[in-house]
Nanobody, 122 residues
Framework: QVQLVESGGGLVQAGGSLRLSCAAS????????MAWFRQAPGKEREFVAA????????NYADSVRGRFTISRDNAKNTVYLQMNSLQPEDTAVYYC???????????????WGQGTQVTVSS
């Protein structure tokens, strides 16, 4: 049973930074692509960033490219999302997800965490 546990969310002022972490259970972390999605109140869940199994492939949503950086540490079974220059429109619950395909589509990821709230004040 795969378990994903996010942490690092919180309240930050516009222009500030946060780093989210997602710790995964299991021994096969390095065989999965990982991704971050987010969902704001009243909106659909949207793709944020994804990273390949070895960290050599990346993909970002246009809205976060240049501000957010996804990375992973396979020795620690953890994926990170460094978020800089945060804006109020980045306010959402952030979810990490795990799947076999390197994709920006939510349907490609069968395993999901419970989410962590990020709130950016203006």
């Amino acid at each position: 049973q795969v378990q994903l546990v996010e942490s690092g969310g919180g309240l930050v002022q516009a222009g500030g930074s946060l780093r989210l972490s997602c710790a995964a259970s299991g021994r096969t972390f390095s065989t999965y692509a990982m991704a971050w999605f987010r969902q704001a109140p009243g909106k659909e869940r949207e793709f944020v960033a994804a990273i390949g199994r070895s960290g050599g492939w990346f993909n970002y949503a246009d809205s976060v490219r240049g501000r957010f950086t996804i990375s992973r540490d396979n020795a620690k079974n953890t994926v990170y999302l460094q978020m800089n220059s945060l804006q109020p429109e980045d306010t959402a619950v952030y979810y990490c997800a795990q799947g076999q395909a390197q994709s920006s589509r939510a349907t490609s990821y069968p395993y999901w965490g419970q989410g962590t709230q990020v709130t950016v004040s203006s």
